[in-house]
């Protein structure tokens, strides 16, 4: 044999080798697993699944393999749990052994454990009972915040980026005009940032990180947006610690630096600079961006179905009338524009695969044995969609939410906001956003569309770890 032959018969075996310690190592331990699809060597199940919906894709495998399954993402070893009994069988029964935080690849590039979404262990304790604490003190729930939304509520025809101002005036102690150039900056970085989670590209990037972040391609535009936002973040913090009132906190960023300088002698306490800066972070991302989905996708929605805007407008008359603002107080005499904003969030189903969630021991689950630190994709979206929750799950109906009598009915599959110890802590301020912002709107406007709305197409435009509408064009016309 030539040397050719011979080296060329040696890198045959050497890659042979690595295959098959690649399968050993992929399928060691999976005794006791929950059952899924056969992964190949590195690439795992990367070509079982639809990038460009991995909703579909992850429900489509559940009807093989039932309703907790292992999938292999590449290197990741992901539990996938879909419906609603499945997912509340282990976020709320089983809450404890559930409320790790698994890695969401786009963002733990910047976070890396750090802030309070994607922390674990002490450290997201510490965080999400100050963060929790600090929003109610500053009125979320209350008239306080009320006030705050009602305030941007008045700019009505700049509703789509209104949101981000009710947030801002919480964790920075004051809001943005809209032609404000860093404004408009900060909206684009967080809403670039968010779209590339919903992309094929972006899906493959949660696969393959570790080797596509070294690599040219749209997650490189990503990564500097976010360390853009960071920055912005860090100058906020920055100029709150020169103005600090230890026994006048004015905003979010404020009371984390009072707790900071209160444990700075312990040794235990998460309260540094770079948690406060990503907490900061990640409460106004994610605040923003989530709430103004919805209400983009919700007024798309009507659109396509005026008879129930319409619905909706004579609820306002009825209950508000024209001489003064909305409430929260009218929400529960309001049982119809309750019922349409609980559908527009069910129907447009924001985050699909929820923020995986991760193991915090060696977890019993049904009949399965989940070894600690495997991470775990609650698909909310399975919920909101479950047809043995909601009559039609396909199809955008109010009525999901409405009993006999035309009152609203709660139903414990309505998900959106997570469920167990890591549900979002931002609910009540988003259901109240939600409702001033619509019922505020549709007080003054009616909805108009260029086109007929038989031809307006509701589905989806991608779906990731987001979901994502079409661009659309909208006419607000004067009540």
């Given at each position: 044999?030539?040397?050719l032959g011979?080296v ?6 050497c890659?042979?080798?690595l ?11 999976w005794g ?21 919906d991995m ?5 489509k495998?559940?009807?093989r ?8 993402l ?26 790790g ?5 786009t ?7 750090y802030?309070?979404?994607f922390?674990n ?7 999400r009972r ?8 500053f009125?979320?729930?209350k008239r306080g915040i ?7 509520a008045h700019?009505l025809?700049?509703?789509?980026r209104?949101?981000?101002n009710?947030?801002?005036s919480?964790?920075f102690?004051d809001?943005f ?11 684009s970085m967080m809403?670039?940032?968010?779209h ?9 990037y ?14 490189r535009?990503?990564?500097k947006q ?12 920055k ?7 230890p026994n ?5 960023i404020?009371?984390?630096l ?5 444990e700075?002698?312990?040794p235990?306490s998460?309260f540094?600079l ?14 923003t961006?989530t709430v ?11 659109l ?11 609820e306002?008359?009825?209950v508000i ?27 447009c ?14 977890t ?7 070894p600690?630190?495997?991470?775990v994709y ?10 043995t929750q909601?009559?039609n799950?396909?199809?955008f ?13 709660r ?7 997570s469920i ?10 988003a259901r109240?956003?939600l409702?001033l912002f619509i ?9 108009r ?7 307006i197409d509701?589905?989806?435009k991608?779906?990731g770890?987001a ?6 064009e ?6």
């Open positions: 044999m030539d040397l011979a060329t018969l040696f890198l045959v075996i890659l042979s080798c295959l098959l310690l690649s399968t050993w190592r992929q399928m060691q331990g006791k697993m929950p059952p899924g699809p056969t992964p190949l060597p590195l690439l795992g199940n990367l070509l079982q699944v639809q990038l460009s909703r579909k894709s992850l429900m495998i559940s009807e393999y039932g309703p907790v399954y292992t999938l292999r590449a290197s990741r070893r992901v539990v996938v749990l879909c419906g609603y009994q499945a997912v509340k069988e282990a976020l709320l029964d089983q809450a404890e052994e559930f409320s935080r698994g890695e969401q690849a963002f733990s590039c910047l976070f890396e454990g802030g309070v979404i922390s262990e002490e450290r997201a304790k510490q965080l100050l963060s929790i604490t600090t929003l109610r003190n009125g979320v729930g009320e006030e705050r939304i009602l305030e941007e700019f025809l700049e509703a789509f209104t949101v981000s009710v947030i801002s919480v964790v102690g809001r005009d809209y032609e404000d150039e860093e404004f408009i900056s900060l909206l809403m670039d940032s968010f590339f989670t919903a992309t094929a590209w972006g899906q493959l949660e696969m393959l990180s570790g080797t596509m972040r070294y690599l040219p391609g749209p997650q535009a990503v990564f976010l360390v853009g936002l960071e920055k912005f973040i860090e100058r906020k913090v100029a709150n610690q020169e103005t600090l009132d006048s906190p004015q905003d979010f404020d009371c984390f009072v707790k900071m300088q209160q700075k002698e312990n235990s998460q540094s770079k948690n406060i800066v990503l907490t900061a972070l990640n409460v106004f991302f994610a605040r961006e103004s989905t919805t209400l983009r996708y919700g007024f798309l929605l009507l396509k179905y005026p008879e129930i805007e319409e619905r909706i407008h004579e306002i008359d009825r009338g024209r001489n003064r603002v909305p409430s929260m107080e009218d929400r529960s005499r309001m049982p119809y524009t309750n019922a349409v904003i609980h559908e527009f969030q069910r129907f189903d924001v985050l699909p695969m929820g923020v995986a969630r991760r193991v915090t021991r060696d019993q689950f049904r009949e399965y044995t989940i600690k630190g495997t991470e609650p698909m909310l979206g399975s919920v909101l969609y479950d047809p909601f009559s799950p396909d199809t109906d109010p009525g999901h939410f409405l009993d006999g009598n035309g009152q609203f009915k139903s414990d599959a309505f998900v959106p906001f167990g110890k890591r549900y979002c802590f931002g609910e009540m301020l109240m956003e409702f019922a505020g709107i549709l007080q003054n406007f009616r909805f569309s260029r086109v007929e709305p038989k031809d509701i589905s989806p991608l779906v770890f979901t994502l509408p079409r661009s659309y909208i006419c607000l016309v004067p009540c």
